[in-house]
């Protein structure tokens, strides 16, 4: 019998929603014969600023080059280190060492999978230069409690909010939450490009300034580089497909929270256990994580019924080969690395139809 495939996340059907948007935005820019940092780049970190409620965006060419301009800015470098969350996306800390600089792995809180103020207090050193929390999955890390700890060692806050567009700490959005904040606007983010693309948001106008030199090989005019910098600049195209689906996140963030509300009503299955929602957050639901200690079990049982999932990450920073040996690792980060071989993703995204909902739903019920 042939079992019908449920793909984790169509991007296509967010495309097909706004098509008539989108392929205008891309035919605008393509008839302009500008593409590279004009008019789309200043509209969209305009907009962007304004829904962040921050003076300054400055678009990047990704989210990765985003973190590594913002390190730079902040003179980030050789013999210093930056504390981040054991458990992220690993560039995060390929960012640090792009810079020269030592990643410090910090164990999470185990309910929220966010960066653990305690361990981050254990974790800072007067080699410390910044600290990097992540915004996982889309919840704000403990920001209060973090960035006492950052204060009292005199070092700035970095915030991660790859998978945080629109999530809110404290009725503050993330991106406002630290002295300088890096987005992802990869195709699967909440608010998604179509090909790679990212942006630092400050209310600091001379560090905004410093990177928007930095992403343009450290130039400040007329053939006039002030310092070694990269090319890192966000394009005209995927500027303008931002601006249009910009309008939608919002309501895009909406429906992920009412399927994430869907799954928590309908899933009961003993053992598994359901994401946390923190007190004060509003979290939208980049990944509705799930957990149990047979969770490569229920993955095999979900794709026998056609569901696909995915893991995000079965490996937590400190146990990837490309990082061990050049970071210092704190506590051990147990936590951490007892997440990594516990998540399990589902699908959910703003066009998920409510029949995969379901299927999902019955799925996941059925397992035992």
């Known amino acids: 019998m042939t079992v019908r495939r449920r793909v984790f996340h169509d991007v296509r059907a967010g495309y097909r929603g706004q098509a008539a948007g989108i392929l205008a935005s891309v035919r605008r820019v393509l008839e302009s014969g500008r593409y590279i940092l004009d008019r789309e780049v200043e509209r969209f970190e305009r907009e962007f600023a304004r829904y962040l409620g921050v003076p300054h965006v400055v678009g990047t060419s990704s989210g990765t080059a985003a973190l590594e301009l913002a ?9 210093h280190e930056v504390v981040v969350p054991a458990l992220t996306a690993p560039a995060t800390a390929m960012a640090v060492l792009a810079v020269g600089a030592r990643p410090v792995f910090a164990d999470i809180d185990p309910a929220t999978y966010t960066l653990e103020p ?10 410390t230069r910044a600290v990097i929390p992540v915004h996982l999955y889309g919840q704000c890390a403990d920001m209060a409690a973090i960035g ?9 806050v970095i915030e991660d ?11 503050r959005r993330a991106g406002t939450l630290g002295r300088l904040a890096c987005f992802s606007f990869y195709p699967t983010k909440n608010l998604g490009a179509y090909g790679d ?14 990177l928007r030199r930095l992403r343009v090989y450290g130039q400040s005019g007329a053939f006039a580089f002030d310092e070694p910098g990269l090319n890192a600049r966000l394009d005209e195209l995927q500027a303008a497909i931002l601006r249009q689906k910009l309008r939608t996140l919002e309501r895009g963030n909406a429906r992920r929270r009412a399927h994430a509300a869907r799954y928590r009503r309908g899933i009961r299955a003993a053992g598994v256990v359901l994401p946390v929602e923190a007190p004060g957050c509003h979290h939208v639901y980049h990944q509705f994580v799930v957990r149990t200690g047979a969770r490569d079990r229920l993955r095999a049982h979900l794709a026998a019924r056609g569901i696909e999932s995915l893991v995000h990450y079965p490996r937590a920073l400190h146990q990837l080969a490309a990082l061990q040996g050049r970071g210092r690792v704190v506590g051990p980060p147990r936590e951490a690395a007892r997440a990594a071989a516990e998540v ?25």
């Open 71 to 79: 390190l730079r800015a902040l003179d980030v470098g050789a013999g």
């Open 148 to 156: 006492r700890h950052a204060a009292a060692a005199g070092v700035p």
């Open 161 to 171: 909010a790859a998978q945080a567009q629109g999530a809110r700490h404290r009725g």
């Open 118 to 127: 305690a361990a981050l207090e254990r974790a800072l050193s007067r080699r």
């Open 344 to 368: 399990l993703s589902l699908p959910i995204y703003p066009e998920l139809p409510p029949s995969v909902l379901r299927a999902v739903i019955a799925a996941v019920n059925a397992f035992g």
């Open 197 to 210: 693309a990212g942006a630092v948001a400050t209310r600091d106008g001379a560090l905004a300034a410093r």
